[in-house]
Nanobody, 124 residues
Framework: VQLQASGGGLVQAGDSLRLSCAAS????????MGWFRQAPGKGREFVGN????????YYADSVKGRFTISRDNAKNTVYLQMNSLKPEDTALYYC??????????????????WGQGTLVTVSS
C-alpha cells in the first residue's frame, strides 16, 4: 500500500486548506486512516482519524471544531479540511493506515504504512 498526501502550502492565519491522502489500495483489514503532524523539533502528534466503514471521525482536542476528516471509499482517499488555521498548526502533515484489526487508536505506533508528508505553513 502506498499513500500519497498532498494539498499543503503557505497560508495566513485564519485561512483554510484541504489535504488529501490517496491510497493505492486499502490495506488488508485496516479499519482506520489517520492524520498526524510533526512540527520542527517536536514529536509526531495525532490530529484525527476516520473509520473507512462508517466514516466516523475522531479528533484531537487541539483541532476539534476547526478540522474535518472525510473519506471517499470509491477513491480510497481521505481528506483533512482545515479551517481557521493558526500558526501553531504549522507542521509536516502525514496520513497513515492503521495496522490490521485496530478499531480505535491515537498512537502513531499503531499506524503504518505512512505517506510522505505534506508541509503546511501558517503565517501570523
Amino acid at each position: 500500500v502506498q499513500l500519497q498526501a498532498s494539498g499543503g502550502g503557505l497560508v495566513q492565519a485564519g485561512d483554510s486548506l484541504r489535504l488529501s491522502c490517496a491510497a493505492s489500495r486499502r490495506a488488508d483489514n485496516s479499519y482506520l486512516m489517520g492524520w498526524f503532524r510533526q512540527a520542527p523539533g517536536k514529536g509526531r502528534e495525532f490530529v484525527g482519524n476516520i473509520m473507512w466503514r462508517s466514516g466516523s471521525p475522531y479528533y484531537a482536542d487541539s483541532v476539534k471544531g476547526r478540522f474535518t476528516i472525510s473519506r471517499d471509499n470509491a477513491k480510497n482517499t481521505v481528506y483533512l479540511q482545515m479551517n481557521s488555521l493558526k500558526p501553531e498548526d504549522t507542521a509536516l502533515y502525514y496520513c497513515a493506515a492503521s495496522r490490521p484489526y485496530i478499531e480505535t487508536t491515537v498512537d502513531p505506533r499503531d499506524f503504518g504504512p505512512w505517506g510522505q508528508g505534506t508541509l503546511v505553513t501558517v503565517s501570523s
